[in-house]
């Protein structure tokens, strides 16, 4: 009974540094996004997809790429990290479009850029 | 531009209190709300979710209400528990553009035995 499951849960990185995080679902959901979580600021969407092959932005997507080559599967990569990216990951899936069904969240990857 | 707030940040009540949580919303073109429970250092868990069409929608001891015309919802949580301690949040779909959530930065809730 996995659901969205996000790796790792921790981790330091130095400015400038690259990284991808690691989000799958066992759920054969169509829908899968990403968010980063801020002290006082809620969660902002940072990128989504529809689909496999099929990925668009959100509100907040510099410094991120994200594919999606399966269904299954939708990591997020920092390129060069910022301190300014420094916040609380979490992965979200969803059947279908998701415009009517309940997102399903991983527990979150906490990222620190020193 | 849609903006979502809750207030009061943070809420604390005795056991057994009947309580509400408030959610506002900029636009009241939606296409759903969404409740979320979050508890510390994990993800989000969805409480309540009510289509634009709905008033209402119910699970145990929640009930969450939706006016759109006045751009707000409730969540009302009755005889609070310990174990309901945690930050609440709201979410919003916009009604046009492309499928994504606007959320609220929660309300931290402590129950006190």
């Known amino acids: 009974n996995a659901g969205v499951t996000q790796t790792p849960k921790f981790q330091v990185l130095k400015t400038g540094q690259s990284m991808t995080l690691q989000c799958a679902q066992d759920m054969n959901h169509e829908y899968m996004s990403w968010y980063r979580q801020d002290p006082g600021m809620g969660l902002r969407l940072i990128h989504y997809?529809?689909?496999?092959?099929?990925?668009d932005q959100g509100e907040v997507p510099n410094g991120y790429n994200v594919s999606r080559s399966t269904t299954e599967d939708f990591p997020l990569r920092l390129l060069s990290a910022a301190p300014s990216q420094t916040s609380v990951y979490f992965c979200?899936?969803?059947?279908?479009?998701?415009?009517?069904?309940?997102?399903?969240f991983g527990d979150g990857t906490r990222l620190s850029i020193l | 531009k849609q903006e979502v707030t809750q207030i009061p940040a943070a809420l604390s009540v005795p056991e057994g209190e009947n309580l509400v949580l408030n959610c506002s919303f900029t636009d009241s073109a939606i296409y759903n709300l969404q409740w979320f429970r979050q508890d510390p250092g994990k993800g989000l868990t969805s409480l309540l979710l009510?289509?634009?069409?709905?008033r209402e929608q119910t699970s145990g001891r929640l009930n969450a209400s939706l006016d759109k015309s006045s751009g707000r919802s409730t969540l009302y949580i009755a005889a609070s528990q310990p174990g309901d301690s945690a930050t609440y949040l709201c979410?919003?779909?916009?009604?046009?553009?492309?499928?994504?959530?606007?959320f609220g930065t929660g309300t931290r809730l402590k129950v006190l035995a």
């Open positions: 979410a919003v779909v916009p009604a046009s553009g492309t499928y994504k959530y606007i």
């Open positions: 997809s529809v689909g496999a092959g099929i990925t």
């Open positions: 979200a899936s969803s059947p279908g479009t998701g415009r009517n069904q309940p997102q399903h």
């Open positions: 009510i289509q634009s069409s709905q």
